[in-house]
């Protein structure tokens, strides 16, 4: 009889890494054209006044601005680019 277990297969080690979404820019900050504003899976929040939405649901400003996250309708979050004063 073997002294030791046999070496087989282990249940470890099989985790994916983290994809790093959610919001990277916040209400009231100012933003350039192009910036990430947040990256999500599907539109948990959707594209509002200048803001792009890319194909994987990435929302970027489309101008320079100030950030503003608001309701709209049927109850959706948007994020609009507004021109700074």
Known sequence: ????????????????ISK???CKIFDGH?????EIIVRQRGT?????KG????SDDT??????GVIKFHWGPKG???VSVFAAQ
Do not use: P
């Open 51 to 54: 803001v792009g939405r890319g």
């Open 76 to 78: 959706r979050r948007y």
């Open 1 to 16: 009889m073997a002294t030791s277990k046999s070496g087989g297969s282990t249940s470890n080690g099989r985790d994916s």
């Open 44 to 48: 948990r929040i959707h594209a509002g």
């Open 30 to 34: 100012r933003v350039q054209g192009g």
């Open 20 to 22: 790093r979404l959610g």
């Open 59 to 64: 929302l970027f400003a489309e101008g320079a």
